[in-house]
């Protein structure tokens, strides 16, 4: 193993995400108010809007399919949304970090990766913009330069927890699921790698568990345990590659 992706929110980033979506979602419907009436046709097509994004199918990136749907439903020229929103991620959106703490911890087990050569990635859900993606790798006391890879609604065309999500990250980092650890606290959206071979660690700080699975089967803890594993995984620094058992 020589690769390590790793979640954000909840996992890097120490957040409720109840308290962070309805945050979010109230700021944005603010900045929105004055291009969709009445409030309510808002919510319904950003609602239909994420779904068709979680539902994306490699067709077209998920920014693409984001604004292709809402467009439709609310008859907006893609401009007007594009610069409305842009304008949300640099103001209102940007007033959330201070509902967060960062976890030194979880800043620690990322540089400490690093220092010992692995690469890493951000997979994170690719929902939001890089800019709004970005945002939230600062409140978690990181910074761009800490990952090779950072999935965005951008670059991505599938969402979590669509297999083929990971799928695309690792043609894209020419990396083959055994070689890689999945760091994250959803059971549903990363523990699901290891039906492609990819180790796991559940982040239980913040545990989601929908489907009530059992637990038992994946390596846990917290980010101090996570810290503890990662002190012990071996320096590859140094290592020509074919030292290194893939």
């Not at 020589?2 to 962070?20: G, I, K, R, S």
């Not at 959803?186 to 929908?210: K, R």
């Amino acid at each position: 193993m020589h690769t390590v992706f790793f979640d954000l929110d909840a996992t890097l980033l120490p957040m409720n995400q109840d308290e962070f979506i309805r945050s979010y979602i109230s700021r944005l419907k603010g900045v929105m108010a004055d291009l969709i009436d009445p409030p309510g046709h808002f919510e319904s097509a950003l609602e239909k809007s994420i779904m068709a994004l979680l539902r994306n199918d490699g067709v077209m990136s998920n920014k693409d399919r984001f604004f292709k749907t809402f467009t439709h439903i609310t008859g907006l020229e893609f401009a007007v949304i594009e610069k409305t929103i842009h304008s949300f991620y640099q103001n209102e959106y940007s007033s959330l970090d201070g509902i967060f703490e960062p976890d030194p911890h979880a800043v620690a087990c990322v540089k400490a990766l690093r220092k010992k050569g692995y690469m890493t990635v951000l997979a994170t859900n690719p929902l939001y913009p890089r800019m709004a993606t970005l945002m939230r790798l600062s409140w978690a006391g990181l910074e761009p330069e800490d990952f090779d890879y950072i999935s965005t609604y951008e670059n991505s065309s599938y969402c979590k927890p669509n297999l083929k999500y990971y799928e695309e990250i690792l043609q894209r980092i020419d990396r083959k699921a055994t070689d890689c650890l999945m760091v994250g606290n959803d059971v549903i959206d990363d523990m699901c790698v290891s039906a492609i071979g990819m180790e796991t660690f559940l982040l239980d700080t913040y545990l989601i568990n929908g489907d009530k699975e059992d637990l038992t089967r994946f390596p846990s803890g917290n980010s101090v345990d996570l810290l503890k594993y990662i002190d012990s995984l071996p320096n590859l620094k140094g290592r020509k590659k074919d030292e290194i058992i893939y």
